[in-house]
C-alpha cells in the first residue's frame, strides 16, 4: 500500500568506506526527500558521495562501504532494516538503477534483449513475449537504430552510446517509481544526448516516476531536474529549486562549479605545407565484414598539435583510431608515420612502429586491470617496449607518476579500486607516456569525469604536449573540450570526413549543416533550453512520431 508523504524520505544518513582496515565517513548527516514525478539532481566533484547517496536511496552500499546510521525510508518501508527478501522484490520493479559504465555493467555472454527481460519476467509484471515487445518499444523511444534487431546483439557489437539507452531501456522495463540515473548521458554525443534527455524526461513524466539524476554535467542537470542538491566530500553544500540553484547560488563552492571550463589553450600556428605530419591518414576505406564503415577519410597530425576528432557515435571516430593503430587493417588507402607508410595490420608493425603510437581509453574503470598494482601497470610497457628492468625500471615508473603529478609514495602500491576516476585516468595517461610515444590518440578521456577534474585532466595533457611536444587526436563529443584543447578539428558523419579546419576558422560561422546541428546540440545553462530546441527542431516528445521527425531532419 502506497504512503502519503515523499516516496523516497533519508534522514540523518552517514555512510563509510574501509580504508586500511579502519572506517571513513564518506558521507555525512545528509537528507533527501523526493516526490513521485519529480526529478532531484545530485552533482558535486569526483569524491562527493554523489553515487554512494544514490546508491542509498536504494538501500546499498557497495563493497567496502556500510550503512553506520540513519535511515532509508522509500514508500514507508524502511529499505535498511528489511530483509533481504523484500528489498530483492523491489530492486528492479518499483527502483531500478542505470550505471554510469554500461560496458562494465551488461553480462557479455548474453544479448541485450535476454538481459533486458530477465526483471519484468522474474517479477511477474509480463511474459517474455510481451516483454520482448516492450523491450522494442523501448529501444524506438531512445532513438536506438534498428530497434526490432538490436535487442539480439551482444554487448559488444554496439557502440558504447547505444549500450547506454539499451541500459536505460532496462531500467525502465518495469515501469518503476524511482530510477536511480548515474551518469547516463555521459558516453553520448551532444546530439544522441539531447534525444536520450528528452526519452527520460517524457518517461518519468508519462509514467510519474521520481528519480535522482546524478551528473558532474551542469547544463544536462538544469534540463533534467526540478531540484539540485550540491554535494562536497560528502557532505550537503546547499539544496533549493533549479532555477534558483542556476540564478542564485548561495555557496562559494557551488559559484565555483558553475565558473569551471575556463581551460583555453592558446591556438598554435598552422603548420608548414612543408612540415611532415607525425601521422597523416590518406583515403582511408574500413569495413566490418561486408559493411563499408569508413569512405575516403583523410587528415593530419602534425608535431606538438592536436587534431580534434567529433561527431556522433557511429560516425567513425573510433574506427579511424582503430585504423591508425592497426587493430582494424584499411581496405584502401595508406596510414603514413613521419612519412613512411605503416603496414595495415598491427601484428605486421615493428616492436618501434608500435611505441610511438599509444591510446589513452574513455572508460580508466575497464582499460585498467583491476588485479595489477599501479607500479606494474605502468611498469609493463616500461619494460616491453624500453627493456628497463628492475631499479631501473621502478624509477621510470615512480618519475611517471611524478609527471602526471601523483605522488609514487602513495600509488605505486595501489590497485585501481582505491583511485578516484580522475586519478585512473591520470594512470591512463601515465601507461601511455611508458612508451615515450611521439603520437597519443586521446578516446573521449574526460568524458566520465567532473567538469572540476576534466579541467585538470586537459591542463595536464596540455602541459606534457608542450613539455614533450607529443602530438594527439582528441576523439571526442564534448564540444567545449575541443574549444578548450584543439588546434584543429574534423567533423566525421557516417564514415565520413564533412568538415575540417582550425578549431578558430570551425567554430566561426557559415557551419557546414551538420557541423551547425552538433554546435546547437551542446547544452545551455538554462532550463527551458532543451524544450525551446525540441520545439525549433519539431519535436513535441519523443516517442515515434518525435523520432520520424528527428532521423527525416
Request: hydrophobic residues 40%; aromatic residues 6%; charged residues 25%.
Amino acid at each position: 500500500m502506497s504512503q502519503s508523504g515523499p516516496l523516497v524520505k533519508i534522514r540523518n544518513i552517514h555512510i563509510e568506506g574501509r580504508a586500511d582496515e579502519i572506517w571513513l565517513e564518506i558521507v555525512r548527516n545528509v537528507d533527501l526527500d523526493l516526490d513521485r514525478g519529480e526529478v532531484l539532481g545530485l552533482i558535486g566533484e569526483s569524491g562527493a558521495g554523489k553515487s554512494t547517496l544514490g546508491l542509498a536511496a536504494m538501500g546499498f552500499a557497495r563493497d567496502g562501504c556500510r550503512i553506520a546510521s540513519g535511515t532509508v525510508e522509500f514508500d514507508g518501508i524502511d529499505l535498511i532494516a528489511a530483509d533481504a527478501v523484500t528489498r530483492r522484490s523491489l530492486l528492479g520493479k518499483r527502483i531500478a538503477y542505470v550505471a554510469q559504465s554500461a560496458a562494465a555493467s551488461f553480462n557479455p555472454a548474453h544479448k541485450l534483449i535476454n538481459q533486458h527481460t530477465e526483471a519484468p519476467v522474474e517479477h511477474g509484471v509480463m511474459n517474455r513475449t510481451k516483454s520482448q515487445a516492450d523491450a522494442i518499444e523501448l529501444y524506438r523511444r531512445l532513438r536506438l537504430p534498428n530497434p526490432e534487431e538490436i535487442g539480439f546483439r551482444y554487448p559488444h557489437q554496439v557502440s558504447g552510446g547505444q549500450l547506454q539507452r539499451a541500459m536505460t531501456a532496462m531500467a525502465m522495463s518495469c515501469r518503476p517509481d524511482l530510477i536511480i540515473f548515474d551518469e547516463p548521458t555521459t558516453a553520448l554525443d551532444v546530439t544522441t544526448q539531447i534525444e536520450v534527455l528528452a526519452a527520460i524526461r517524457d518517461i518519468v513524466e508519462q509514467f510519474n516516476t521520481a528519480a535522482i539524476y546524478i551528473t558532474h554535467d551542469l547544463a544536462v542537470v538544469a534540463q533534467m531536474a526540478d531540484r539540485i542538491k550540491v554535494l562536497l566530500r560528502g557532505d550537503q553544500v546547499e539544496e533549493s529549486d533549479t532555477r534558483s540553484m542556476l540564478s542564485d547560488p548561495q555557496e562559494d563552492y557551488t559559484k565555483s562549479l558553475w565558473a569551471v571550463r575556463s581551460f583555453r589553450r592558446e591556438q598554435k600556428p598552422l603548420a608548414s605545407p612543408q612540415d611532415i605530419p607525425v601521422v597523416s591518414v590518406k583515403r582511408v576505406a574500413a569495413a566490418y565484414g561486408e559493411t563499408r564503415v569508413l569512405n575516403e577519410v583523410s587528415f593530419d597530425i602534425h608535431v606538438g598539435r592536436t587534431v580534434a576528432v567529433v561527431g556522433e557515435s557511429g560516425s567513425g571516430k573510433s574506427t579511424a583510431a582503430r585504423c591508425i593503430t592497426g587493430l582494424l587493417p584499411p581496405v584502401e588507402g595508406t596510414i603514413e608515420f613521419d612519412g613512411v607508410a605503416l603496414p595495415p595490420d598491427y601484428r605486421q608493425r615493428s616492436t618501434e612502429q608500435l611505441r610511438q603510437a599509444q591510446m589513452i581509453y574513455q572508460m580508466a574503470d575497464t582499460a585498467l586491470n583491476p588485479r595489477k598494482r599501479i607500479g606494474e601497470i605502468i611498469g609493463r610497457p616500461v619494460e616491453f617496449y624500453l627493456g628497463m628492468k628492475g631499479a631501473e625500471r621502478k624509477e621510470r615508473v615512480e618519475q611517471l607518476l611524478e609527471q602526471i603529478e601523483l605522488d609514487p609514495a602513495q600509488f605505486m602500491d595501489r590497485l585501481p579500486s582505491e583511485l578516484s576516476g580522475g586519478q585512473k585516468q591520470r594512470i591512463g595517461i601515465a601507461r601511455a607516456l611508458a612508451a615515450e610515444p611521439k603520437f597519443i590518440i586521446c578516446d573521449e578521456v574526460t568524458s566520465a569525469l567532473d567538469q572540476l577534474v576534466a579541467e585538470g585532466i586537459l591542463q595536464l595533457l596540455a602541459n606534457l604536449q608542450d613539455s614533450l611536444d607529443l602530438a594527439y587526436m582528441f576523439i571526442t563529443h564534448d564540444l567545449a573540450t575541443v574549444k578548450s584543447i584543439a588546434d584543429e578539428v574534423v567533423v566525421m558523419k557516417n564514415g565520413e570526413v564533412v568538415e575540417t579546419g582550425p578549431k578558430d576558422v570551425m567554430f566561426t560561422p557559415p557551419h557546414h549543416p551538420y557541423t551547425d546541428l552538433l554546435l546547437s546540440s551542446v547544452p545551455e545553462m538554462d532550463p527551458d533550453w532543451l524544450t525551446g530546441l525540441l520545439q525549433r527542431r519539431g519535436v513535441d516528445n519523443i516517442g515515434d512520431a518525435a523520432v520520424d521527425k528527428m532521423e527525416s531532419r
